[in-house]
Antibody
Framework: QVQLQQWGAGLLKPSETLSLTCAVY????????WSWIRQPPGKGLEWIGE???????NYNPSLKSRVTISVDTSKNQFSLKLSSVTAADTAVYYC??????????????????WGKGTTVTVSS | QSALTQPASVSGSPGQSITISCTRT?????????VSWYQQHPGKAPKLIIY???KRPSGLSNRFSGSKSGNTASLTISGLQAEDESDYYC??????????FGGGTKLTVL
């Protein structure tokens, strides 16, 4: 059974860089997209971006200028970096595996395995 | 980019059925229509409950079902139980290789 274990710094000062890593255990790393999602306190989910095992990335346009998602296939890990953080970046950050399929010729994706979340607080 | 609109809250009594809607702002077809749904209890990670619009992951109760009509996807929970009280989110392709979540719906079991 696939499990995602995530870790990273939980308290940052404004302008610092958020850095989180997610490790994949118990399943294949290849052939999947791997995503980061966040949830500010009391608010809804926001998709941050994703990376394919080969390193191809897609990002949320609203965060694209500050986000870098990378992969280390030798360790079955992927990472998130978010630069120049502000209080608005305070959130629980989740990593997730993207399941996929094809329906009538169209690809579709969904988050089928989630990490437990890491709380990141940005405060001076 | 396509956005998804959900009602902020819905409620129902035990044993009843409720439906949560997820309406896309644009009239795109294809991958845009293939919505997934997630259940999130307080303090917990979201859990996949519906994918490809209407499919359930293995082992999930058949009280949860998904459907689509035009620009609106729907999640129906039948035979409401106390443990169904949770937040529910839809998610879809949003164009240009991006994804978007609906704003979430809080389900209260009365």
């Amino acid at each position: 059974q696939v499990q995602l274990q995530q870790w990273g710094a939980g308290l940052l000062k404004p302008s610092e860089t958020l850095s989180l890593t997610c490790a994949v255990y118990g399943g294949s790393f290849s052939g999947y997209y791997w995503s980061w999602i966040r949830q500010p306190p009391g608010k809804g989910l926001e998709w941050i971006g994703e990376i394919y095992h080969s390193g191809s990335t897609n990002y949320n346009p609203s965060l694209k200028s500050r986000v870098t998602i990378s992969v280390d296939t030798s360790k079955n890990q992927f990472s998130l970096k978010l630069s120049s953080v502000t209080a608005a970046d305070t959130a629980v950050y989740y990593c997730a595996r993207m399941g996929s399929g094809i329906h009538q010729g169209y690809y579709y994706y969904y988050m089928d395995v989630w990490g437990k979340g890491t709380t990141v607080t940005v405060s001076s | 980019q396509s956005a998804l609109t959900q009602p902020a809250s819905v409620s129902g009594s035990p044993g009843q059925s409720i439906t949560i809607s997820c309406t896309r702002t644009s009239s795109d077809v294809g991958s845009y229509n293939l919505v997934s749904w997630y259940q999130q209890h307080p303090g917990k990670a979201p859990k996949l409950i519906i994918y490809e619009g209407s499919k359930r992951p293995s082992g999930l109760s058949n009280r949860f079902s998904g459907s689509k009509s035009g620009n609106t996807a729907s999640l129906t929970i039948s035979g409401l139980q106390a443990e169904d009280e949770s937040d529910y989110y839809c998610c879809s392709y949003a164009g240009s290789s991006t994804r978007v979540f609906g704003g979430g719906t809080k389900l209260t079991v009365l």
